[in-house]
């Protein structure tokens, strides 16, 4: 079992960065690929950005693309959002997701075993 604790949401103004962490539980964080997803009322959840478990491959949804970056460090059991040049359309809950298959990033919801609760990100303009 795996439990996730995201951190770091808040409000920003446009323009600003932000950076979210997730904090995993467990001997096994560094076999997993995580990601982030985000949820805005009404919508479905999306994918954001992911990392393989060796931290050698990423991938990134095209609205983030150039300004958030993933990264990962497994002798701190954590993942890491970094959010630059946020926009009011990044406003969202951000969750935390892990996938046992830590080889590959995969960009649905389905393929996550694992989720956390989910941190709010409100970006004003």
């Known amino acids: 079992q795996v439990q996730l604790v995201e951190s770091g949401g808040g409000l920003v103004q446009a323009g600003d960065s932000l950076r979210l962490s997730c904090a995993a539980s467990g001997r096994t964080f560094s076999r997993y690929a995580m990601a982030w997803f985000r949820q805005t009322p009404g919508k479905e959840r999306e994918f954001v950005a992911g990392?393989?478990?060796?931290?050698?491959?990423?991938k990134y949804a095209d609205s983030v693309k150039g300004r958030f970056t993933i990264s990962r460090d497994n002798a701190k059991n954590t993942v890491y959002l970094h959010m630059n040049s946020l926009k009011p359309e990044d406003t969202a809950v951000y969750y935390c997701?892990?996938?046992?298959?830590?080889?590959?990033?995969?960009?649905?919801?389905?393929?996550?075993?694992?989720w956390g609760q989910g941190t709010q990100v409100t970006v004003s303009s």
């Open positions: 997701a892990a996938d046992v298959l830590g080889s590959i990033v995969l960009i649905t919801t389905t393929a996550y075993e694992y």
């Open positions: 990392i393989n478990w060796k931290g050698s491959s990423t």
